[in-house]
């Protein structure tokens, strides 16, 4: 902005979220921010968590490319598909010794959030910058049948690859 005006290039940005194929890709994670979503007229229920947006990383023809990854805190299932990307986004690989370690390293640490406003605890936001694997796959949306990425697992940097 100069001088009180500002002059859009809509060219300049990207609109749509990309459904990349199915595979492994590295991603650096951005600045997280919680949110909340009221159930609809047709008695869904509401679900809650926290949006990292995260950066293609690797070499390649994606790299660069923009996509979010949203944790989910309303199901049991959904507290523990997020457990497993921040184990990974800090560097924990999978298994039970590595889980106990990743409890007592994360004990005590501000996990709050703020669904009003968007505000997460500090530990959220000692996820950003870091790279991740994420292993990608498409599905179809169950409301519009459109293509939509599903993640479907992650490892840290250095892990061992998941298994397909």
Same mark, same amino acid.
């Given at each position: ?15 749509? %979220? ?35 947006? %995260?950066? %293609?990383? #690797? ?28 184990? #990974? ?14 409890? #007592? ?32 796959? %498409? ?26």
């Amino acid at each position: 902005m100069t001088g009180g005006r500002y002059e859009f290039n809509p060219s300049a940005v990207t609109a749509s %979220i990309e459904v990349f194929p199915k595979g492994e890709y590295e991603f650096q994670v951005g600045e997280p921010k919680a949110f909340a979503k009221e159930g609809d007229d047709e008695g869904k229920g509401g679900n809650f968590g926290v949006r990292f947006p %995260i950066v %293609i990383k #690797a070499p390649g023809q994606y790299e660069g490319k923009r996509t979010v990854s949203s944790i989910y805190f309303h199901s049991e299932g959904g507290r523990s598909f997020a457990k497993q990307f921040m184990m #990974a986004v800090m560097g924990y690989g999978k298994g039970e010794t590595e889980e106990k370690r990743f409890d #007592a390293d994360m004990t005590g640490k501000d996990w709050s959030a703020n669904y009003e406003g968007g505000d997460v605890g500090q530990a959220y936001r000692e996820m950003t910058g870091m790279r991740v694997i994420g292993q990608l796959d %498409i599905t179809k949306n169950n409301r519009t049948g459109e293509p939509m990425q599903q993640f479907k697992s992650w490892r840290p940097i250095g892990g061992e690859p998941i298994a397909q």
